[in-house]
């Protein structure tokens, strides 16, 4: 009888050993919430900003976001600058931020359709990578088409072509992808 009941009394802590362990399920960090995207282009020739936007400010696509792009002067370097707002929040929460915080889990990345039109990185980060949070853009002739803006989460920085701006090769998570529409003239 005590081996009986010894037995059981083991048989019953172990059990409740094992369901007293079990650990809560592992959730996957979600990506921050971005609603705004306000890429401001100052020309080196000291004429007026630019400001492409980009606002979601449902923040989960069911609404239409507010786009709006903008003309620039062809023969031309502007300085940009990226701003990224979570305006769900109040006050708006700055993504920026957290970006220049883990600059080394984060890269834009600049297409245009555009042939004559260029953007290259104007930071980096600790490791000599590039971030995109500043830019050079240059124009060259007159033409229309678009700019996509593309942040990506936990890149491979180390990719063939990546530090280069091709997109490619990077991985990672998209956070936000924004198509700007542009004029050149």
């Given at each position: 009888m005590t081996k009986k009941f010894l037995f059981m009394v083991f048989v019953i802590s172990?059990?409740?050993?094992?369901?007293?362990?079990?650990?809560?399920?592992?959730?996957?960090?979600?990506?921050?919430?971005?609603?705004?995207?306000?890429?401001?282009?100052?020309?080196?020739?000291?004429?007026?900003?630019i400001t492409l936007s980009f606002k979601d400010l449902d923040g989960d696509g069911t609404d239409v976001p507010v786009i709006v792009g903008g003309t620039l002067a062809a023969n031309q370097t502007y300085t940009g600058s990226l701003e990224l707002l979570n305006e769900l929040e109040s006050p708006a929460e700055i993504i920026t931020e957290e970006i220049e915080e883990e600059d080394e889990d984060h890269q834009f990345f600049f297409q245009s359709s555009i042939s004559d039109l260029t953007i290259a990185y104007g930071d980096q980060d600790a490791d000599g990578n590039p971030v995109g949070l500043s830019s050079t853009l240059s124009t060259g002739a007159a033409g229309s088409g678009t700019i996509t803006i593309t942040l990506r989460h936990e890149p491979n920085k180390s990719g063939e072509e990546v530090s280069n701006g091709i997109i490619t090769n990077a991985g990672g998570e998209t956070d936000i992808e924004v198509i700007f529409p542009i004029e050149v003239q």
């Amino acid at each position: 009888m005590t081996k009986k009941f010894l037995f059981m009394v083991f048989v019953i802590s172990t059990a409740l050993l094992f369901t007293a362990c079990d650990k809560d399920p592992v959730v996957p960090p979600q990506p921050e919430l971005i609603t705004t995207v306000i890429y401001t282009l100052t020309p080196d020739d000291g004429g007026s900003d630019i400001t492409l936007s980009f606002k979601d400010l449902d923040g989960d696509g069911t609404d239409v976001p507010v786009i709006v792009g903008g003309t620039l002067a062809a023969n031309q370097t502007y300085t940009g600058s990226l701003e990224l707002l979570n305006e769900l929040e109040s006050p708006a929460e700055i993504i920026t931020e957290e970006i220049e915080e883990e600059d080394e889990d984060h890269q834009f990345f600049f297409q245009s359709s555009i042939s004559d039109l260029t953007i290259a990185y104007g930071d980096q980060d600790a490791d000599g990578n590039p971030v995109g949070l500043s830019s050079t853009l240059s124009t060259g002739a007159a033409g229309s088409g678009t700019i996509t803006i593309t942040l990506r989460h936990e890149p491979n920085k180390s990719g063939e072509e990546v530090s280069n701006g091709i997109i490619t090769n990077a991985g990672g998570e998209t956070d936000i992808e924004v198509i700007f529409p542009i004029e050149v003239q």
